[in-house]
């Protein structure tokens, strides 16, 4: 994550701290050096520039030597972190949501029985509520790993053997796609389920909105695995913001309710749809391996995969019916308000 505060630090926020809190006097001595090309002996006693890798850097400005924080005090660099999480992750849930749901989701939906009312308001509302308080749990993380705690790697001459910098990637994925699962089907055991991954299922029929609409501790628990796993294993540094990225879209692709990946192997849309719909099945993140080794994998019902059959009368009966029998038992009373009772009537092909 240091490539992306050096990013935010060069363009943006060198110039924010410098005019919130800007430099002693003494301070502005070394600047001025710098500009001039002096070798001042007080040049570089406060602020030494080390770029956070040799494959993407800045150098900075005079603005980065100019505030009473330098770009290494940590303060400054828990604050930016924790602005940076909350902003970076908006921007990516509304960009790729709005994507997936202009161009990818079926709009059929609005009509299912067990859409609510006013759902994507709601999801969008839930999310809002949860990213800045996710942030915060979350900026601890990003702080050790800027400060160096973490095994994360720069260039290929620091990969621990050749041909890791390929083998980090399957690594990642069985390591996350486990403790996940494990996470998520604890998240279902009543005591659990009803104080913290309830909000989250609150959506029966999801858009790509309901993606990020967790309870922040429910979100956050989710994405442990993720923000542990470069402190034991090594992870290049590059290869670490592509994932934080691939993750998010990811979460939102699985809520888009396209059903294009009819694999016995990938987790897709098709199978969190199953998870929705009646809550004790498919946990997994990105595979069927765990749900199918921890026996709650269940297949997704081979209406789903044909557009006539996907959003038809009979079939939307079908996933009502079984989906108030799961209710009862899971919850006990459904309080969720619908907004298309009546649209069983009508013909929907």
């Keep these: 994550m240091d490539i992306v505060l050096e990013v935010f630090d060069t363009f943006v926020l ?15 001595v070394t600047a001025f050096s710098r500009v001039n090309g002096l070798n001042s002996s007080l040049e570089h ?28 005090n940590i303060f400054r660099q828990a604050i930016s972190l924790y ?43 839930q999310t809002m509520e949860a990213l800045p308080i996710m942030a915060i749990f979350t900026v601890p993380f990003f702080l050790a790993e800027v400060r160096g705690y973490s095994k994360l790697y720069d260039t290929s001459a620091e990969q621990p053997f050749l041909g890791y910098n390929f083998l980090q990637f399957p690594c990642f994925f069985l390591f996350t796609d486990f403790f996940i699962y494990w996470i998520h089907r604890g998240l279902h ?20 909105y309901a993606s990020h609409a967790f309870h922040p501790l429910d979100g956050m628990s989710q994405s442990i695995p993720y923000h542990v796993f470069p402190f034991l294993f090594p992870l290049q540094k590059l290869a670490y913001v592509g994932l934080f990225v ?9 809520h888009d309710g396209e059903y294009v990946a009819n694999s016995p192997i990938i987790n897709g849309a098709a199978c969190h ?17 765990w749900d199918r080794l921890g026996g709650s994998y269940r297949k997704p019902n081979p209406e ?7 959003m038809g009368k009979k079939e939307w009966e079908r996933q009502s019916k079984e989906m108030e029998r799961v209710v009862k038992e899971v919850e006990g009373s459904d309080d969720r308000s619908y907004g298309a009772r009546n649209t069983l009537n009508k013909k929907v092909q």
Aim: cysteine-free; hydrophobic content about 40%.
């Design 14 to 28: 060198d110039r924010i701290y410098a005019a919130a809190l800007p430099a002693s006097p003494l301070n502005f």
């Design 45 to 72: 006693g406060y602020y030494e520039y080390q770029p956070a890798s040799k494959y993407l850097h800045f150098e900075p400005s005079d603005w980065a030597y100019m505030s009473q924080w330098p770009r290494n």
């Design 83 to 125: 602005l940076i999480t909350w902003i970076f992750g908006l921007v990516l849930y509304f960009v790729f949501s709005s994507l997936s749901y202009k161009i990818i989701f079926d709009k059929s939906a609005f009509s299912h029985p067990k859409f609510l009312k006013n759902q994507i308001r709601m999801e969008i509302a």
């Design 189 to 208: 055991h009543p005591f659990v389920y009803k104080r913290l991954h309830k909000p989250h299922h609150k959506w029966i029929i999801p858009t790509p």
């Design 246 to 254: 691939f993750i998010n879209i990811w979460t939102i692709f699985i």
């Design 273 to 289: 749809t199953m998870h929705h719909l009646y809550f004790n099945y498919n946990y997994g993140q990105f595979t069927t391996l």
């Design 304 to 310: 789903l995969f044909n557009r006539e059959t996907k």
